[in-house]
């Protein structure tokens, strides 16, 4: 169910309170993602994969960001995107903290008000028991989806006439904040903080669907941004990446525990095209 007015208020002050005594100005989008980042850690190279997927559809593409809050990571895509929108249900998230909502965000709910065709949807966070997934397989050819185990369900669209080109793995929010409270604000011993460390998941897993005309078309354009990072190409970053290195969540570290054997080698950010051919 959407927050309301009364329990953002009370995490406001929560926020407020933490930032007296923070370490970085970057933890409290870890800590806390519904007011000041978002429920999936990303980096840049999610953003500029992202974009190359919608440049390989259309010289100008229409893109819909479903669910996306405050908007962190769909100002991030209009950068490059600027006619990107977005779609968020609950009101309060702008009128509880007295923010203005920003003319690119329209408050609806996705469930019944996508009007129009896009050329890629993005579905980076669907509450639990919600599924619009035929609405929104309705109204576009390509989307782009996040999954954290835990907390977006439905995030899978394999049984609705789209085939998945590629995934990656990234931490979980959850993931990154256990880390930085054990590592910045706890007071454990070093073997704990080792013993904990080895426990996190990081399950947070991004798909990329299409229908079938579109395959080639985003297998290619991955497939760029694969090789442009294996040669490590410099990119500008954003500032709070170096928390998530800090935190042992670098650009294709290797999970020290795997959730399943068939994930036993994948690494984070690493593209898993799933024709499983090389690159």
Same mark, same amino acid.
């Given at each position: 169910?959407?927050?309301?007015?009364?329990?953002?208020?009370?995490?406001?002050?929560?926020?407020?309170?933490?930032?007296?005594?923070?370490?970085?100005?970057?933890?409290?989008?870890?800590?806390?993602?519904?007011?000041?980042?978002?429920?999936?850690?990303?980096?840049?190279?999610?953003?500029?994969?992202?974009?190359?997927?919608?440049?390989?559809?259309?010289?100008?593409?229409?893109?819909?960001?479903?669910?996306?809050?405050?908007?962190?990571?769909?100002?991030?895509?209009?950068?490059?995107?600027?006619?990107?929108?977005?779609?968020?249900?609950?009101?309060?998230?702008?009128?509880?903290?007295?923010?203005?909502?920003?003319q690119f965000i329209e408050i609806s709910d996705a469930q019944w008000n996508i009007d129009q065709g896009y050329d890629v949807i993005?579905?980076?966070?669907?509450?639990?028991?919600?599924?619009?997934?035929?609405?929104?397989? $309705?109204?576009?050819?390509? #989307? @782009?989806? /996040?999954?954290?185990?835990? =907390?977006?369900?439905?995030?899978?669209?394999?049984?609705?006439?789209?085939?998945?080109?590629?995934?990656?793995?990234?931490?979980?929010?959850?993931?990154?904040?256990?880390?930085?409270?054990?590592?910045?604000?706890?007071?454990?011993?070093?073997?704990?903080?080792?013993?904990?460390?080895?426990?996190?998941?990081?399950?947070?897993?991004?798909?990329?669907?299409?229908?079938?005309?579109?395959?080639?078309?985003?297998?290619?354009?991955?497939?760029?941004?694969?090789?442009?990072?294996?040669?490590?190409?410099?990119?500008?970053?954003?500032?709070?990446?170096?928390?998530?290195?800090?935190?042992?969540?670098?650009?294709?570290?290797?999970?020290?525990?795997?959730?399943?054997?068939?994930?036993?080698? $994948?690494?984070?950010?690493? #593209? @898993?095209? /799933?024709?499983?051919?090389? =690159?």
């Amino acid at each position: 169910m959407p927050f309301k007015t009364e329990d953002i208020r009370k995490a406001i002050t929560s926020l407020n309170t933490f930032r007296e005594y923070a370490v970085s100005p970057y933890h409290e989008r870890f800590s806390f993602p519904f007011l000041c980042g978002t429920y999936f850690a990303y980096r840049k190279i999610d953003v500029l994969r992202i974009v190359s997927i919608a440049k390989a559809i259309s010289s100008n593409p229409r893109y819909l960001d479903v669910g996306c809050g405050y908007g962190d990571f769909l100002e991030k895509v209009r950068e490059y995107l600027p006619n990107a929108v977005g779609v968020e249900k609950n009101a309060e998230i702008f009128y509880a903290c007295s923010q203005p909502k920003p003319q690119f965000i329209e408050i609806s709910d996705a469930q019944w008000n996508i009007d129009q065709g896009y050329d890629v949807i993005f579905v980076g966070w669907m509450e639990p028991g919600v599924d619009y997934r035929d609405r929104v397989a $309705a109204k576009s050819d390509v #989307i @782009i989806t /996040t999954l954290d185990q835990g =907390l977006s369900l439905n995030a899978e669209f394999d049984g609705h006439g789209f085939q998945r080109v590629a995934s990656w793995r990234t931490p979980s929010w959850d993931d990154v904040n256990t880390e930085i409270m054990n590592r910045y604000y706890t007071k454990i011993s070093n073997r704990i903080h080792q013993d904990l460390f080895k426990l996190r998941t990081a399950h947070n897993l991004w798909y990329v669907y299409c229908r079938p005309s579109k395959y080639n078309a985003i297998r290619s354009a991955l497939l760029n941004c694969a090789r442009q990072e294996i040669l490590n190409l410099p990119y500008q970053h954003y500032d709070f990446e170096d928390v998530l290195d800090e935190c042992g969540f670098k650009f294709h570290e290797e999970l020290a525990i795997p959730n399943s054997e068939m994930q036993s080698k $994948a690494r984070l950010w690493e #593209i @898993i095209f /799933t024709d499983s051919s090389e =690159l």
